[in-house]
């Protein structure tokens, strides 16, 4: 693939650049996207119908991230010593993070400038090329970003090749250093099998089923308006916007009351709060799940199938539906959120993790302690305690799944990390104390080497199971 060879070339001199000049070019990159992000909000709005404010929310988070991975590449990549140890004394060891050379970014269509971006600029700070194929329903921005980056710099060290799947696929088997995939979990199980061929390594961004959790201490009104946003916002189109809710069951009427009073009085439309679908066929699944959860005995609290007026979906809230049904088994995607009761915390947790999908969660409750105590227990890449959302803001904070929601971690050290080979290095400073990485190594030598050993690591094993074995003198 022809952008990828210019992208090897470009990721050598790119590679060759200081910390800090990589860090200029980021941060003038920065400043066209920021300074134009009008024009590029527009260009959101057309491609995915999102209100002109969501898509310029987008990019003001979007540029966060870019900032923070152009000013922390050095702090976080550059050589570092570390200590050798009392069996190498002899040698000094540093450990480097050099950059893997092009990376291929395969994006979606949800939040075309935040999520790719979390892969691109961190992989752009790590100090690699990337070769960006957005999703076929947002090609405009994808270009947007890559001509923007050429206003800074002749190098095509960011490029933008457009299509559908079969342009990913190529892509993906193009001989780049690392994928970067975001997607769903379906067309991750096909990008990875294809990076198996090659053994390129590859980061999987999934989709989600995220649940909130609410406690009977929780403020109410914080956390519907929460649920509201963050399972209605941007069409309930967020990989990790609230699908699930689980309420327990002392404030469950009272919860579900505020949330319907919400839901009620939202109409999407052009400008807002929230937009169209922006793919036809996402508007079949929703159908499809609002008509399981009824079907299976669930309650439509707030709207049902009348809600959906392609291109728009109105709100949904349904209640008491049961676990098996794919409104809750299921991505949904869409401007739905299931609501159900719990008799506890621990309920409300095992209800949680019961799932494929593993992106993030939310827990609203006054006790903070205990709040902390449940997002360790939550089988996620992120948890939020009341907020919904709150990681999607901190730059440093990794982010990434597991299970269906994929693995491997964008954003943060971990992000800049991700993008990155670390090189350990040693050198011998000393001529070494007992010399035993040799051929001719004195017998002498090793023994006391073992006798070392044996102190050091050996002590108290009569009192450990080892000393169990059968035919263990202590046994
Ligand atoms: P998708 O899986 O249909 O497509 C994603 C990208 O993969 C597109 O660019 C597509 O052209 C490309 N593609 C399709 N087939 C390919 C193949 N065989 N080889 C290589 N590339 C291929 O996903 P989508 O509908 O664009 O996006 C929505 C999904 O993305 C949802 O599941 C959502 O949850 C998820 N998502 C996850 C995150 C995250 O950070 N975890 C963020 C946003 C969206």
Same mark, same amino acid.
Request: hydrophobic share 45%; glycine share 10%; aromatic share 8%.
């Given at each position: 693939m022809e952008a990828v060879s210019?992208a090897r070339?470009?990721?050598?001199?790119?590679?060759?650049?200081?910390?800090?000049?990589?860090?200029?070019?980021?941060?003038?990159?920065?400043?066209?996207?920021?300074?134009?992000?009008?024009?590029?909000?527009?260009?959101?709005?057309?491609?995915?119908?999102?209100?002109?404010?969501?898509?310029?929310?987008?990019?003001?988070?979007?540029?966060?991230?870019?900032?923070?991975?152009?000013?922390?590449?050095?702090?976080?990549?550059?050589?570092?010593?570390?200590?050798?140890?009392?069996?190498?004394?002899?040698?000094?060891?540093?450990?480097?993070?050099?950059?893997?050379g092009v990376i291929g970014v395969i994006?979606?269509?949800?939040?075309?400038?935040?999520?790719?971006?979390?892969?691109?600029?961190?992989?752009?700070?790590?100090?690699?090329?990337?070769v960006f194929k957005?999703?076929?329903?947002?090609?405009?921005?994808?270009?947007?970003?890559?001509?923007?980056?050429?206003?800074?710099?002749?190098?095509?060290?960011?490029?933008?090749i457009?299509g559908d799947g079969a342009v990913g696929a190529q892509l993906v088997a193009a001989g780049v250093d690392k994928i970067a995939f975001?997607?769903?979990?379906?067309t991750g199980r096909r990008v990875m099998a294809a990076c198996a061929e090659t053994l390129t390594p590859v980061?999987i961004?999934?989709?989600?089923?995220?649940?909130?959790?609410?406690?009977?201490?929780?403020?109410?009104?914080?956390?519907?308006?929460?649920?509201?946003?963050?399972?209605?916002?941007?069409?309930?189109?967020?990989?990790?916007?609230?699908?699930?809710?689980?309420?327990?069951?002392?404030?469950?009427?009272?919860? @579900? %009351? /505020?949330?319907?009073?919400?839901?009620?009085?939202?109409?999407? &439309?052009?400008?807002? +709060? =929230?937009?169209?679908?922006? *793919?036809?066929?996402?508007?079949?699944?929703?159908?499809?799940?609002?008509?399981?959860? @009824? %079907? /299976?005995?669930?309650?439509?609290?707030?709207?049902?199938?009348? &809600?959906?007026?392609? +291109? =728009?979906?109105?709100?949904? *809230?349904?209640?008491?539906?049961?676990?098996?049904?794919?409104?809750?088994?299921?991505?949904?995607?869409?401007?739905?959120?299931?609501?159900?009761?719990?008799?506890?915390?621990?309920?409300?947790?095992?209800?949680?993790?019961?799932?494929?999908?593993?992106?993030?969660?939310?827990?609203?409750?006054?006790?903070?302690?205990?709040?902390?105590?449940?997002?360790?227990?939550?089988?996620?890449?992120?948890?939020?305690?009341?907020?919904?959302?709150?990681?999607?803001?901190?730059?440093?904070?990794?982010?990434?799944?597991?299970?269906?929601?994929?693995?491997?971690?964008?954003?943060?050290?971990?992000?800049?990390?991700?993008?990155?080979?670390?090189?350990?290095?040693?050198?011998?400073?000393?001529?070494?104390?007992?010399?035993?990485?040799?051929?001719?190594?004195?017998?002498?030598?090793?023994?006391?080497?073992?006798?070392?050993?044996?102190?050091?690591?050996?002590?108290?094993?009569?009192?450990?199971?080892?000393?169990?074995?059968?035919?263990?003198?202590?046994?």
């Open positions: 210019r070339e470009a990721a050598s001199w790119w590679a060759g650049l200081s910390f800090r000049e990589r860090r200029d070019h980021l941060l003038n990159w920065k400043r066209v996207i920021a300074a134009r992000s009008d024009e590029l909000g527009d260009v959101i709005h057309e491609e995915t119908g999102k209100p002109v404010g969501d898509a310029l929310l987008e990019i003001m988070l979007a540029v966060e991230h870019l900032d923070w991975a152009a000013r922390n590449a050095p702090r976080v990549l550059k050589r570092r010593r570390v200590r050798s140890g009392l069996l190498a004394a002899d040698q000094g060891a540093a450990v480097e993070y050099r950059p893997l994006g979606p269509w949800n939040y075309p400038v935040y999520t790719p971006l979390g892969s691109i600029s961190y992989a752009l700070a790590a100090g690699n090329a990337v957005p999703s076929e329903h947002t090609p405009r921005t994808g270009e947007w970003l890559a001509a923007a980056w050429a206003a800074i710099s002749a190098k095509p060290v960011l490029q933008v457009t975001t997607g769903s979990a379906a980061v961004e999934g989709g989600g089923k995220d649940a909130m959790i609410v406690a009977a201490d929780a403020d109410l009104d914080a956390a519907a308006k929460a649920a509201a946003f963050g399972g209605f916002g941007n069409a309930g189109q967020t990989c990790a916007g609230v699908e699930r809710v689980y309420v327990e069951r002392a404030v469950y009427p009272e919860f @579900l %009351a /505020k949330l319907a009073a919400i839901a009620e009085s939202v109409e999407p &439309s052009e400008d807002g +709060p =929230y937009g169209r679908m922006t *793919v036809a066929t996402q508007v079949d699944i929703v159908r499809n799940h609002v008509d399981d959860a @009824l %079907a /299976k005995g669930g309650r439509a609290v707030v709207g049902g199938p009348e &809600s959906i007026k392609p +291109p =728009y979906v109105f709100p949904v *809230v349904l209640a008491e539906v049961p676990e098996d049904s794919t409104a809750v088994t299921e991505e949904t995607f869409g401007p739905t959120v299931v609501v159900n009761p719990v008799s506890s915390l621990d309920e409300a947790v095992s209800l949680a993790n019961a799932s494929r999908y593993g992106l993030a969660a939310s827990i609203f409750s006054s006790d903070r302690g205990n709040s902390l105590k449940i997002a360790r227990r939550l089988r996620t890449g992120a948890a939020s305690i009341n907020s919904v959302l709150g990681f999607a803001g901190v730059p440093a904070l990794p982010f990434g799944g597991v299970g269906d929601s994929g693995f491997g971690r964008v954003h943060g050290a971990d992000g800049l990390r991700e993008f990155s080979r670390p090189q350990s290095v040693t050198w011998r400073r000393l001529k070494a104390p007992m010399d035993v990485m040799s051929l001719t190594r004195d017998p002498a030598v090793l023994d006391r080497a073992i006798r070392i050993f044996r102190l050091r690591h050996a002590r108290g094993a009569a009192n450990s199971a080892s000393s169990k074995w059968p035919g263990h003198p202590g046994a």
